[in-house]
């Protein structure tokens, strides 16, 4: 017979975490299930994969989260099936276990390469503490061949998609072109090297105002980002990309921030999907059916606002989701009616790089940019990032690699072996 717990958690993201804290404060006997023993913060994971910051920084253990929690359980599994109408989940290992009162499904999203020839095989995408230390490694180990070959060699980085991940990422890439290679690489190898920022609409920060847009795109390009808008990438190939305008770009190193999609444990789960694969909540959060004993939280669902309006994919949507689908299990347990979720809306912010950011804030979205905003982003995510210690760590590592133009985080393993992990995507040797 399988093991029964009252609520069931896959997930250790923001959505699963907040859920289970709620759930672990409120006494209620809970199991939480990562594949991973660790909770990692995403936005940080471009500074991880430019040294920026080490793994420790942005990776927190789940054991440690839930260390004064003993009604939570943290289970590191990979749950390869979820059953909705039976609220039980399956283990790769075949052990299934059952929830009492409520499934709650928040495992997060994956890299959606939308078909794009060569996209799976040859981009590095940037999800996962494991994705930012293999591109960390290989910007590494090409910097070093670029160093070795004296005159010759270059390094061009192309990353597709200009949202914010991919902003955040050629912005800081150019940092480290104009700032740290000058400093640690003798020889001009820093005119060797570019970064480009690729995608098919036809600007940056795409949901930002149009203000925001500019700003990004005069600062990426005041730091030298070239920018190739208004063309789709068609295909990528182990040494550049073509475009559907006839164009084709030289790249030693492809990123792809190109989109998300829902991962194979929803394909597979039988809820329907809507836009992105992810499921289509209704407002209290669960999915349609199942009793309204099943919630999707956080990258794994459309979830909607007090205006209907689609939540985009963020950290605060995921965190806010999973402390409401909480309240509503604990308000289901004591008979009363659940209550449709009520986003509070903080607004949006982009990093850009050194000194450059752009911060809408609040429903309003009043605009701040520039140095004011840049203090504002690393204000915020210092107290978004889970964990005392890991903040400590993040304050000091930005004050020294803003300070010294150095790095002082290290990429253990070539890029191949930081690749080891079961069931990710690969970029082909
Ligand atoms: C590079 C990047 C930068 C970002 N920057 C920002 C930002 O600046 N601001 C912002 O608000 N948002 C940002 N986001 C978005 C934000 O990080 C996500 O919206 C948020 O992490 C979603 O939380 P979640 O809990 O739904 O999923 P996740 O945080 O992805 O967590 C899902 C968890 O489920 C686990 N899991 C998945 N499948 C399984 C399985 N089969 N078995 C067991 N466990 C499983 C995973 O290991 C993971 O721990 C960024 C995202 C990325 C990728």
Redesign the pocket.
């Known amino acids: 017979m399988a093991e029964t717990y009252e609520v069931i958690v896959?997930?250790?993201?923001?959505?699963?975490?907040e859920a289970a804290k709620k759930l672990g404060r409120a006494g209620v006997r809970t199991l939480l299930?990562?594949?991973?023993g660790y909770?990692?913060?995403?936005?940080l994971?471009?500074q991880l994969a430019t040294a920026q910051i080490g793994v420790s920084e942005l990776a927190r253990p789940l054991r440690s989260i839930f260390r004064n929690q003993p009604s939570v359980r943290v289970l590191t599994?990979?749950?390869?099936a979820v059953d909705p109408e039976r609220r039980s989940i399956t283990l790769s290992d075949g052990t299934v276990y059952e929830a009492d009162d409520a499934l709650i499904v928040?495992?997060?999203?994956e890299a959606n390469f939308f078909n794009t020839p060569g996209a799976r095989e040859n981009a590095y995408p940037?999800?996962?503490a494991t994705d930012a230390t293999r591109l960390g490694s290989e910007l590494v180990a090409l910097l070093d061949q670029a160093d070795k070959d004296t005159g010759q060699k270059s390094m061009n980085v192309a990353v597709v998609g200009a949202g914010?991940?991919g902003v955040?990422?050629a912005g800081a890439i150019a940092d480290a072109i104009n700032y740290v290679v000058p400093k640690l690489f003798a020889g001009g190898l820093a005119k060797r090297c570019s970064v480009a920022l690729v995608d098919m609409v036809d600007r940056t920060l795409g949901g930002f105002s149009e203000k925001s847009q500019a700003y990004a795109a005069s600062r990426l390009v005041e730091r030298g980002v070239r920018l190739k808008l208004g063309s789709a990438v068609t295909e990528v190939r182990k040494d550049g990309l073509s475009f559907a305008d006839g164009a084709t770009m030289d790249a030693d190193l492809v990123i792809w921030?190109g989109g998300?999609k829902a991962?194979?444990?929803l394909r597979e789960s039988g809820m329907p999907q809507g836009r992105g694969g992810r499921v289509d909540v209704g407002k209290d959060l669960t999915a349609p059916g199942y009793d309204g004993r099943v919630y999707v939280?956080?990258?794994?669902a459309n979830i909607t606002d007090d205006r209907d309006e689609r939540l985009p994919?963020?950290?605060?949507?995921?965190?806010q989701s999973?402390a409401w689908a909480a309240r509503n299990i604990l308000a289901q347990r004591a008979g009363r009616p659940t209550e449709p979720f009520g986003y509070k809306d903080r607004g949006?912010?982009?990093?850009i790089g050194r000194g450059s950011a752009v911060a809408e804030l609040g429903r309003s979205r009043r605009l701040v940019r520039g140095p004011a905003a840049f203090m504002v982003w690393l204000a915020v995510?210092l107290a978004l990032l889970s964990g005392a210690s890991q903040k400590a760590r993040a304050l000091v590592s930005w004050i020294f690699t803003y300070l010294s133009h150095t790095r002082q985080h290290v990429f253990v393993g070539s890029p191949e072996q930081a690749a080891v992990e079961e069931g990710a995507d690969r970029p082909a040797a």
């Not at 299930?33 to 991973?36: A, E, G, Q």
């Not at 928040?106 to 999203?109: D, E, K, L, S, V």
């Not at 939280?297 to 794994?300: K, M, P, Q, V, Y």
């Not at 994919?313 to 965190?319: E, F, H, M, P, T």
């Open positions: 896959v997930g250790g993201g923001f959505a699963g975490i299930v990562d594949v991973h909770h990692q913060f995403q936005p994971l471009y599994a990979r749950v390869s928040a495992c997060g999203a940037l999800y996962s914010p991940t955040e990422t921030a998300l991962g194979p444990l939280l956080g990258d794994a994919q963020l950290g605060s949507v995921a965190k999973g949006y912010m982009a990093m995510h």
